[in-house]
């Protein structure tokens, strides 16, 4: 059964960091490229960043401005989203998402992981 | 960035109705050289995360139910459940997976008339 678990999520003043993981399992990691995807409170879905299978790969929308770095460890079947300078505007959950069989649409999904940008 | 948009943002079925929802790209997500449409779409529940009903437009995820259908390309894409159940109730969105931006439409709020 894939599994995605993420973690690290929380409540985080303005202009800080966090460090969200995801923890994968039931499938072979390194076959596969991983994605990043949030929503905000009562809003749509956003998607954020993709790295590719090895890891020397990554993409990331706009918007992000170079403040979040997307990586992964194939030895421990996980990958991160390092988050820089957050803003009330970063307040979301934060999906972990494994792209499909054939292809790169996102076929599984974890729960996500709440963060709040908050004084 | 392709820019995905979908309408209506919002519409009520009764129940045994037919759902219609359209996705629109700004470009075209069709690639000639295997002939497939990137698109797909998700149904995402209140509390819960996204769910995959259908990818290349029109291939069904197994498991969803028959009722769930896709249709379209190149820009117009459309999402059509027959025979509304109450469980259908949901958001759903597509997105497009050609460029390595995956974006998402806006979503489509769907209830019960």
């Known amino acids: 059964e894939v599994k995605l678990v993420e973690s690290g999520g929380g409540l985080v003043q303005p202009g800080g960091s966090l460090t969200l993981s995801c923890a994968a399992s039931g499938f072979i990691f390194t076959n596969y490229h991983m994605n990043w995807v949030r929503q905000a409170p009562g809003k749509g879905l956003e998607w954020l960043s993709c790295?590719?299978?090895?890891?020397?790969?990554?993409f990331y929308i706009d918007s992000l401005e170079g403040r979040f770095t997307v990586s992964r460890d194939n030895a421990r079947n996980s990958i991160f989203l390092q988050m820089n300078s957050l803003t009330a505007g970063d307040t979301a959950v934060y999906y972990c998402?494994?792209?499909?069989?054939?292809?790169?649409?996102?076929?599984?999904w974890g729960q996500g992981a709440l963060v709040t940008v908050s004084s | 960035d392709v820019v995905m948009t979908q309408s209506p943002d919002s519409l009520a079925v009764s129940l045994g109705e037919t759902a219609t929802i359209s996705c629109k790209s700004s470009?075209?997500?069709?690639?000639?050289?295997?002939?497939?449409?990137?698109l797909a779409w998700y149904q995402q529940k209140p509390g819960q995360p996204p769910k995959l009903l259908i990818y290349?437009?029109?291939t069904r995820q197994y498991g969803v139910p028959d009722r769930f259908s896709g249709s379209g390309s190149g820009t117009d894409f459309t999402l059509t459940i027959s025979s509304l159940q109450a469980e259908d109730v949901a958001i759903y969105y597509c997105q497009q997976y050609y460029t390595t931006l995956y974006t998402f439409g806006q979503g489509t709020r769907l209830e019960i008339k």
């Open positions: 998402v494994r792209e499909g069989d054939t292809g790169s649409y996102s076929r599984y």
């Open positions: 790295i590719r299978r090895d890891g020397t790969t990554t």
């Open positions: 290349w437009a029109s």
């Open positions: 470009q075209s997500v069709f690639f000639h050289s295997n002939n497939r449409d990137y």
